[in-house]
């Protein structure tokens, strides 16, 4: 069943979804040529991620109930795209390897979203 989602949910939802495809269409036809191999794999990976997390925004907008744990998922997948995946852009594009530090502080909002989906999708006690 459909949940109410907030306009700014919405928004989140719609950027992360339309940015996923657009950074992977920019990976694939404006730095193809650009970036070497190893560059290009680091970018796709970050889009690859960006794109499922982005799917999984959706879901849990709209199929968790309303609550906590809906939220602290949606919030932390949206982090995780924009850590994780934006700091995998960051290097492909020739970021200083420091910004390789927030990669997994990306990777841990991405597990922390999933684990509120698990808290979200438990029998509700009445």
Known sequence: MRQPVSTATA??????????????AF???????SL?????ATWHTGVEYHFWHALALLVAAMG?????????????FAAG?????????????GAPRMVGVITPIG???FIAGWLAVV????PHRT
């Open 27 to 33: 990976g694939a036809h404006a730095l193809r040529g």
């Open 119 to 122: 808290s979200a999708l438990r």
């Open 81 to 93: 795209i924009v850590l994780f995946s934006g700091s995998l852009y960051a290097l492909a594009l």
């Open 64 to 76: 968790l109930r309303e609550g906590r744990a809906r939220n602290v998922a949606i919030g932390a």
């Open 107 to 109: 990777g841990v909002a």
């Open 11 to 24: 928004i989140v939802v719609g950027l992360a979804g339309a940015s996923a495809v657009a950074l992977g």
């Open 36 to 40: 070497d191999a190893a560059a290009m």
